[in-house]
């Protein structure tokens, strides 16, 4: 577990070692806000631990390495759950979520997955809050922005909280994003995304879905996706 503070917000994050797929935590008391909830035993241990009781769940995107939490945290603890409409819809469907072909795409990680057990497709059920351009709500004093994004997959937001810190998915990368899995687009990415990703004011800091945070701007420079 990694703790960042930002804004005055203490952000955990923990990875899954078959992808290094992060997830992010922010506690207000007994909830939790969560986005991108994985399984491994750190995170499971942190939650009970930290006596959480409810949570709201935001997903960056459909795909199998940043839901595999899902199931198991809507067991333990009353969850809301936020997606854009496709990737609500795609997380039902072993082929949506690509866990059908994961052991495909983990053999090519680089996180020693050949020692690790083989992974089983599964299918979650649909959020409880669904999206289609943008959305705004309230999180304890927190404004959280929900903003639609394809091209990594269909499905794929940005979140932002306060205005100020962004949770990418797999959207912004330290590397180029990609956009060959089934769902994903270039032409979205090009012609949608990076206009909403260079439209976005006061975004300072951003949480990415893999790899290391950074400042927004350098992700954006490091992606070449910097306007003008």
């Known amino acids: 577990m990694v703790t960042v503070e930002r804004n005055k917000t203490a ?3 923990f990875v899954w070692d078959y992808l290094d797929s992060n997830a992010y935590v922010i506690c207000e008391g007994k909830e939790a806000l969560i986005v991108d909830p994985i399984s491994t035993d750190e995170f499971w ?3 009970d631990k930290s006596g959480i009781e409810t ?3 935001f997903l960056t995107h459909e795909h199998f390495d940043h839901i595999n939490g899902l199931n198991k945290l809507r067991d333990k603890i009353p969850c809301t759950v936020y997606a854009h409409a496709v990737c609500s819809r795609n997380i039902g469907f072993e082929n949506g979520n690509l866990s059908r072909i ?4 983990t053999q090519y990680s680089d996180s020693g997955i050949k020692s690790k057990p083989l992974l089983a497709p599964f299918v979650c059920e649909p959020a409880e809050i669904t999206f289609e351009d943008a959305m705004e709500c309230l999180w304890h004093d927190h404004h959280i922005g929900l903003i639609h994004t394809p091209g990594h997959s269909a499905g794929s937001i940005c979140m932002t909280l306060d205005k100020k810190l962004m949770f990418s998915g797999d959207t912004l990368l330290t ?3 990609i956009t060959r899995f089934p769902g994903g687009s270039r032409e ?3 012609n949608i995304t990076v ?3 260079n439209d976005l004011e006061g975004v300072r800091y951003d949480f990415p879905g893999h790899g290391v945070s950074g400042t927004f701007i350098e992700m954006l420079w490091l992606n070449e996706l910097l306007k003008g």
């Open 11 to 13: 952000i955990y994050q």
């Open 45 to 47: 241990q942190y939650l």
């Open 55 to 57: 949570a709201v769940v």
């Open 102 to 105: 994961a052991n495909v795409i």
């Open 175 to 177: 590397i180029p994003t």
């Open 188 to 190: 979205a990415f090009a």
């Open 195 to 197: 206009p909403r990703l």
